[in-house]
């Protein structure tokens, strides 16, 4: 098992069940329509030209998650956000960015699987903003997709539900939790981060990163000032980045005993620019789900 040679790799069908791949729901397309991945459908970007066939563009990234891919001088993230709490805007922001941000989301400027990628991709822009989800979703020229047959970039990319990058990272937090082994913490880390470093290829196709537009720059932890809450804010930074918009976030928010103070701050800082956020909060008796009351008396004294 080992990482792909690129980031993009994941998103291409024909690599299924290679690389990253541990625990995978298995699609196809060469048999019935049915056998096609439509778990991302309505989230697919609109597309100028209706190239997937026109999704319904539900679930975009934040501009809190967008900030997030932003790396300082020796390309590192921020662990604490960036001193001048700038907004990405890839329109003119010339600070140093991480590529994985453009294998994410869609970037106003930025190349969509070698497609310009404007304003014509997006639902309601001005409601709800650019960053459409590109992870599930190959090229639409890719032959597993066929918005002829079936619409909204339905395509044979397997669904992974667990990958070689996430379980990096499980290890890596689980050595930093017993604050044993920090070096392997660390190594297993920076093994991610290389994967995103090598990834930033003009050659490599379909294109989604441009470095002649972006200051791409990954680095590496250096083991000087490695400590375990220097360390544990490393990997939590970086299961964020690498993890993003594959539906882990909120898991890990709560398994950390984050998620209260995180969703709070994040309605704030996102309410900046999304009106309907303003006036959101979550407490802590919304973090779970209650246990059906059937299911209490059922199991007797076990539950309370």
């Given at each position: 098992m080992s990482s792909t040679p690129n980031f993009l790799d994941m998103s291409k069908p024909e690599y299924n069940?290679?690389?990253?791949?541990?625990?995978?729901?298995?699609?196809?397309?060469a048999n019935s329509p049915d056998q096609y991945n439509f778990n991302n459908c309505l989230n697919c970007t609109w597309s100028e030209g209706n190239l997937y066939g026109n999704g319904d563009d539900f679930y975009l990234a934040s501009q809190d998650l967008v900030n997030a891919f932003r790396t300082d001088a020796n390309g590192l993230p921020y662990l604490d956000g960036a001193p001048d709490n700038r907004d990405v805007d890839r329109a003119d922001f010339e600070g140093n960015i991480d590529p994985r941000l453009d294998f994410t989301v869609g970037c106003i400027g930025m190349p969509w699987r070698s497609h310009p990628y404007n304003e014509k991709w997006c639902r309601n822009l001005e409601l709800y903003g650019q960053y459409s989800g590109k992870k599930p979703y190959p090229a639409p020229e890719s032959?597993?997709?066929k918005p002829g047959i079936v619409p909204w970039g339905?395509?044979?990319?397997?669904?992974?539900?667990?990958?070689?990058?996430?379980?990096?990272?499980?290890?890596?937090?689980?050595?930093?939790?017993q604050n044993k082994d920090l070096d392997e913490a660390r190594e297993l880390i920076n093994e991610v981060r290389?994967?995103?470093?090598?990834?930033?290829d003009a050659t490599y196709a379909p294109i989604d990163c441009d470095p002649t537009v972006a200051n791409?720059?990954?680095?590496?932890?250096?083991?000087?000032?490695?400590?375990?809450?220097?360390?544990?804010?490393?990997?939590?930074?970086?299961?964020?980045?690498?993890l993003a918009m594959e539906g882990l976030r909120w898991f890990d928010l709560v398994r950390w005993g984050e998620v209260v103070e995180t969703m709070n701050s994040?309605?704030?800082s996102e309410g900046r620019i999304r009106p309907y956020y303003q006036t959101a909060n979550l407490t802590s008796s919304e973090i779970y789900f209650p246990i059906p009351i059937?299911?209490?008396?059922?199991?007797?004294?076990?539950?309370?």
């Open positions: 069940n290679q690389y990253e791949s541990i625990l995978a729901i298995q699609f196809s397309s032959p597993y997709v339905a395509s044979s990319l397997n669904g992974l539900l667990i990958r070689y990058a996430d379980v990096l990272l499980m290890k890596a937090e689980a050595l930093i939790e290389r994967k995103a470093a090598r990834s930033v791409y720059k990954v680095g590496e932890y250096p083991e000087t000032g490695w400590n375990q809450e220097y360390a544990r804010k490393a990997v939590r930074m970086e299961r964020r980045l690498e994040y309605y704030l059937d299911q209490v008396d059922n199991a007797g004294d076990i539950y309370k």
